[in-house]
């Protein structure tokens, strides 16, 4: 057996099917069909039951899952200790956000990508959050306030944000002063989040109502500008609309507490050099930022 036929198994049986693991794996059905066929011949035992809705592991196969996993994770991390200093190699699959991802996150990944041409990186970007170990991603990009979980993640820079509205809005409906004051006015927002502020040391939590919803920070920065009603959003967001006027900051005694940028990563005990990199690069971009934002975005 080699490594190659080790990593497909890990994949079907992670994914669930031998399509979406040769989508992960960036082959042909055919391919990853023939390295379980080669990898179950060389064990003698069947590790997959095929079925008309994918693959499902025999008992058999839920055995060996683990042992093959570590195994790639141990072969993978003796690469990398024996790879030319800085060389990265391989592939690197990354869910980053729709928001923000192909604005300031994409030039990091193609210089990364630059500089280190042996390595495959792919990435996919939605608001959505998604499951990394299901999803079979080596890590994530996430922006905001992480939610408790067992992944792994490293800051690699804060993100400020400020409630804003449309002057058109303000004189149609007046300015809140506290937060309070926001649950009379219309809100834009993602879903039935709750909004939180800065109140000197403290934090003030509120769930604001409205009729305008939508699951990207650009769609709602536009329905601001528009005078829709209140958006709640990240200064890189907002910048231009405020830079020229089309939108104000409201409530700017109490603003949102300080968010930040993340890349997440399943728990273990050896990350990837590859994910230490790309957290590396994130820093610096952030550090390089202009003294207008803060060093941040915003």
Excluded at 76 to 81: I, P, Q, S
Aim: aromatic share 6%.
């Amino acid at each position: 057996m080699d490594i190659e036929e080790l990593q497909t198994f890990v994949e079907v049986a992670d994914a669930g099917g031998i399509s979406p693991a040769a989508l992960r794996l960036g082959v042909s059905k055919s391919i990853v069909s023939r390295r379980l066929a080669r990898l179950e011949s060389h064990l003698g035992v069947q590790l997959l039951s095929r079925t008309t809705r994918g693959a499902a592991l025999t008992e058999a196969g839920a055995m060996f899952r683990d042992h093959a996993a570590k195994a790639c994770a141990e072969i993978g991390l003796a690469r990398e200790m024996l790879s030319p200093a800085g060389e990265l190699q391989g592939r690197l699959r990354i869910a980053a956000p729709l928001t923000f991802g192909p604005t300031h996150f994409a030039p990091v990944l193609a210089e990364m990508a630059r500089r280190h041409p042996q390595l495959h990186i792919h990435t996919c970007y939605s608001d959505q959050v998604v499951d990394l170990i299901k999803d079979g991603y080596d890590c994530a990009i996430r922006v905001g306030w992480l939610p408790d979980s067992n992944m792994v993640a490293r800051k690699v820079g804060p993100i400020y944000g400020a409630t804003v509205a449309s002057p058109g809005y303000i004189e149609a409906h007046g300015a809140p002063d506290t937060p309070a004051e926001l649950l009379g006015h219309e809100a834009l927002m993602q879903g039935t989040e709750s909004w939180n502020f800065m109140d000197g040391d403290d934090i003030v939590t509120i769930r604001p109502q409205g009729r305008f919803k939508a699951d990207n920070g650009v769609a709602l920065a536009a329905a601001a500008a528009a005078g829709l009603g209140i958006a709640y959003l990240p200064n890189p967001l907002t910048h231009q609309y405020v830079s020229t006027g089309a939108l104000v900051p409201v409530m700017t005694r109490y603003p949102p507490p300080p968010a930040g940028a993340y890349v997440l990563r399943p728990p273990g005990q050896h990350p990837a050099r590859k994910i230490r990199v790309l957290a590396e690069l994130l820093i610096e971009y952030f550090e390089q930022l202009p003294p207008a934002t803060g060093g941040a975005l915003g």
